[in-house]
């Protein structure tokens, strides 16, 4: 019987993507027919039903891609009333990211007790995350500034902004985009403050640094000021390490709870993504045109040209420096990268990135320390894709970030940007907690969905990477790295 069923699966799966495909180049070779539509439509039918049953959340994601952005090209007037389910999903998400700052912060702090008895191990882990994780970001910034990949989507409208209202802005039954917004459009006003950052011509490090500090936790929630949320949480994290472990063990249990509910509750709103990023690419498309579609595959080779150049320019010049064997550590990390990459989630490699560490050559003590700790504080190719896809969110929205306020960012991604290993696409929320801090328009993130799925997989095998090689650079520096003394690793 499953003989039979897997050949009929993959048949329909290939035949529904042959005639999507097919639909969609005769229009480019040829004069467009009505009944090329029809044989999209056809094709998308036959991939939705291929084992509906099995397929994967990113497979929905992907799915409801395609569904919204042909929906938006055939019916545009439609598909601009769907933006509601679009924003459904963004107030859900924004809905998550306050807690989960703050559980995840205090959890990565006081629940490491022995970051105060292990010390100097402790102290230079902690330094070399932070090295390390600011290269990231620098690199994001430089590869996104060089390809301007955002700037496309300038020139056909002001993506940054909320829904022009219905009785202006748009130009009906138009299916490539709309007309420029109209001075009492809501779009027009939004995007006028949204054209830099608060007091950008006048904000000075003195007030920057003031405002990072809050006079009131509530408030700071409740304006989703959230570097002003993880400064709280730290200093909570750090106060909590000082009281006695009587009294510290309830709170820390509490903050753990919270932690693994949020995560509970980031994959519960996950399940609504296929709807929320179908929706809005319809809207996208619906209300731009399928031109924005382009910046997005410019976006999608910058970032894994600037993962590409971080390895090189990072990752082997430490693994040099600290005087490893290249082709050992490449083979033996090769298996929980992979694991990494096709499941897009640090935590499903981390217990085999852990034992083959150790098959390395690293004292356990030191694997069970270094790489649980950089699953909070160093994720190299999380942090890399937060500062590429923000300035990314700028450029789309027409706003110029001076270095100086590119800089501003990367101080607040260095603290938000920790601790978010946990769930696939978890980056959006610190992502969009970001936009709401430097008051950057939120739904040019929702562009971003559409290829977040594959960006994941590169970023995420990047984050396993770099603290395989973190626990054997610190091993190395404390002097304890005995390479070959374990179980081989092994080689496929």
């Not at 539509?37 to 036959?46: C, E, F, N, P, S």
């Not at 993506?159 to 202006?168: E, K, M, Q």
């Amino acid at each position: 019987m499953p003989t039979k069923r897997i050949p009929h699966v993959n048949t329909l799966l290939i035949l529904g993507i042959v005639l999507f495909l097919t639909g969609a180049v005769l229009p480019l070779l040829a004069a467009t027919h009505a009944w090329l539509v029809y044989v999209r439509w056809a094709g998308l039918l036959g991939i939705a039903l291929s084992n509906p049953r099995k397929r994967s959340l990113t497979g929905w994601i992907f799915l409801s891609m395609l569904i919204g952005g042909e929906l938006g090209f055939d019916r545009p007037q439609f598909a601009q009333h769907l933006r509601v389910f679009g924003d459904i999903f963004l107030r859900l998400i924004k809905l998550i990211v306050a807690p989960l700052i703050f559980a995840t912060l205090v959890t990565g702090i006081a629940g490491h007790a022995n970051l105060r008895s292990v010390g100097r191990m402790g102290l230079k882990s902690v330094v070399y995350f932070e090295i390390i994780t600011t290269l990231a970001l620098f690199i994001g910034l430089g590869a996104i500034n060089l390809t301007r990949a955002g700037e496309g989507l300038t020139d056909n409208a002001r993506v940054g902004t909320a829904a022009p209202s219905t009785s202006s802005g748009q130009a009906p039954g138009h299916p490539g985009g709309a007309q420029a917004p109209q001075p009492g459009d809501r779009a027009a006003q939004q995007t006028e403050p949204a054209a830099s950052l608060p007091g950008a011509n006048t904000l000075h490090w003195d007030d920057f640094l003031l405002h990072v500090f809050p006079e009131n936790i509530a408030k700071s929630v409740a304006d989703n000021q959230i570097l002003q949320v993880a400064v709280f949480a730290f200093l909570f994290g750090i106060a909590l390490l000082r009281v006695p472990e009587v009294r510290r063990a309830p709170m820390l249990k509490f903050c753990e709870s919270l932690s693994d509910t949020m995560f509970s509750l980031t994959k519960l709103v996950m399940r609504y993504a296929p709807i929320g990023v179908g929706a809005a690419l319809a809207y996208t498309v619906g209300h731009m045109g399928t031109a924005v579609l382009l910046p997005l595959l410019r976006l999608l080779l910058t970032g894994y040209g600037a993962l590409i150049a971080f390895w090189l320019l990072v990752f082997v010049p430490v693994a040099l420096l600290a005087r490893l064997p290249l082709r050992r550590l490449a083979k033996t990390i090769a298996e929980p990268a992979s694991i990494a990459f096709a499941t897009s989630a640090s935590e499903a490699a981390l217990p085999r990135a852990m034992e083959v560490m150790e098959e390395f050559g690293v004292p356990r003590q030191i694997v069970a320390f270094v790489i649980p700790l950089g699953y909070s504080f160093n994720l190299d190719g999380s942090t890399l894709y937060l500062s590429l896809a923000s300035v990314f969110v700028a450029q789309a929205a027409g706003i110029h970030m001076s270095w100086s306020q590119q800089l501003f960012m990367v101080l607040t991604l260095m603290l938000t940007s920790k601790g978010v290993a946990g769930v696939p696409r978890a980056v959006l929320v610190v992502l969009l907690a970001t936009a709401a801090t430097f008051q950057l328009p939120t739904e040019p993130i929702f562009l971003l969905l559409g290829i977040d799925a594959l960006m994941d997989m590169g970023r995420t095998a990047t984050n396993v990477v770099g603290n395989c090689l973190a626990s054997a650079v610190i091993a190395r520096w404390e002097g304890e790295l005995r390479i070959g003394s374990g179980v081989p690793p092994q080689t496929a």
